[in-house]
Nanobody, 119 residues
Framework: QVQLVESGGGLVQPGGSLRLSCAAS????????MGWYRQAPGKQRELVAA???????NYTDSVKGRFTISRDTAKNTVDLQMNSLKPEDTAVYYC?????????????WGRGTQVTVSS
């Protein structure tokens, strides 16, 4: 079992920065791909950024060059540094842990943290 707790959300002006952090419990954290998703009102949840257990990263096009995902296996954390924030980045951001072994696909979600970009 993996438990995920997000922190770091809040209200920020356009052009500002925020750093989200996700703390994961469980000694097998290092085996999971970790990701940040977001869901804006009236929209589907979408992948923002992800990092595999091997350290490979990918980002959705709208955040490339502005957001950076990083994981610290020793601390069991995965962070999302968000720069040059835009009003369209406003959403609830969720931490995700994902692992597929054979036909078994295991996913865990945090409860989410609100990010609001507004002047």
């Amino acid at each position: 079992q993996v438990q995920l707790v997000e922190s770091g959300g809040g209200l920020v002006q356009p052009g500002g920065s925020l750093r989200l952090s996700c703390a994961a419990s469980g000694s097998i954290f290092r085996l999971y791909a970790m990701g940040w998703y977001r869901q804006a009102p009236g929209k589907q949840r979408e992948l923002v950024a992800a990092v595999t257990s091997g350290g490979l990263k990918n980002y959705t096009d709208s955040v490339k060059g502005r957001f950076t995902i990083s994981r610290d296996t020793a601390k069991n954390t995965v962070d999302l540094q968000m720069n040059s924030l835009k009003p369209e980045d406003t959403a609830v951001y969720y931490c995700n842990a994902d692992r597929t072994v054979g036909i078994t696909h295991t996913i865990y979600w945090g409860r989410g943290t609100q990010v609001t970009v507004s002047s």
